[in-house]
T-cell receptor, first 118, second 109 residues
Framework: GAVVSQHPSWVICKSGTSVKIECRSL??????MFWYRQFPKQSLMLMAT?????????EQGVEKDKFLINHASLTLSTLTVTSAHPEDSSFYIC??????????????FGQGTRLTVV | LAKTTQPISMDSYEGQEVNITCSHN???????ITWYQQFPSQGPRFIIQ???TKVTNEVASLFIPADRKSSTLSLPRVSLSDTAVYYC??????????FGGGTRLMVKP
């Protein structure tokens, strides 16, 4: 199946710094990429939807100036956590929709990035 | 988007069959039912999807009644490595996935 590669798998940063997370579709083109956040023992929560060549759509309550999303090419979407604070520590996951047409609803997920802000 | 309801957790023993039922009363005509598995600190992994009746693949079976308001994921002869969180979702192709709480399956020796 299709592969979505997410890097880094984990990162520790100091409070106030910015961190960039990359998500690449390795063998297919992803015009759309979804970004999720997952806190310990909780489910995945959609943060935003990135679309190649246009502005991202953010879910209610997600600060677009803090979580910068760029989808400059059909194989790369990035999420930058700006001025990170300890409360931003979480597991971030990207996902691309399936490519098999209407009946194929399998989505492809990255490996996730564990962000720890100290 | 259709909301799903699953048991919060389940316990089983190695070698047993595990059935996890998901309720999705508001499923739309165009929605498919998809199940994902997630291990700690990993992204979810696709298990199986279906629209109606029964679907089987190499790892699981999915049973969907005629009214499609529920579905049951069946894992035959589970092993310790099947300990994970299992999510049931309903969605159209290309739409973002809305995750419910999932079912935390613990397989014991």
């Amino acid at each position: 199946g299709a592969v979505v590669s997410q890097h880094p798998s984990w990162v520790i940063c100091k409070s106030g710094t910015s961190v960039k997370i990359e998500c690449r579709s390795l063998d297919f083109q992803a015009t759309t990429m979804f970004w999720y956040r997952q806190f310990p023992k909780q489910s995945l929560m959609l943060m935003a939807t990135s679309n190649e060549g246009s502005k991202a759509t953010y879910e209610q309550g997600v600060e677009k100036d803090k979580f910068l999303i760029n989808h400059a090419s059909l194989t790369l979407s990035t999420l930058t956590v700006t001025s990170a604070h300890p409360e931003d520590s979480s597991f971030y996951i990207c996902s691309a929709p399936g490519t098999g047409g209407y009946e194929n609803t399998e989505a492809f997920f990255g490996q996730g990035t564990r962000l720890t802000v100290v | 988007l259709a909301k799903t309801t699953q048991p919060i957790s389940m316990d089983s023993y190695e070698g047993q069959e595990v059935n996890i039922t998901c309720s999705h009363n508001n499923i739309a005509t165009n929605d498919y039912i998809t199940w994902y598995q997630q291990f700690p600190s990993q992204g979810p992994r696709f298990i199986i999807q279906g629209y109606k009746t029964k679907v089987t693949n190499e790892v699981a079976s999915l049973f969907i009644p005629a009214d499609r308001k529920s579905s049951t994921l069946s894992l035959p002869r589970v092993s310790l490595s099947d300990t994970a969180v299992y999510y049931c979702l309903v969605n159209n192709a290309g739409n973002m996935l809305t995750f419910g709480g999932g079912t935390r399956l613990m397989v014991k020796p």
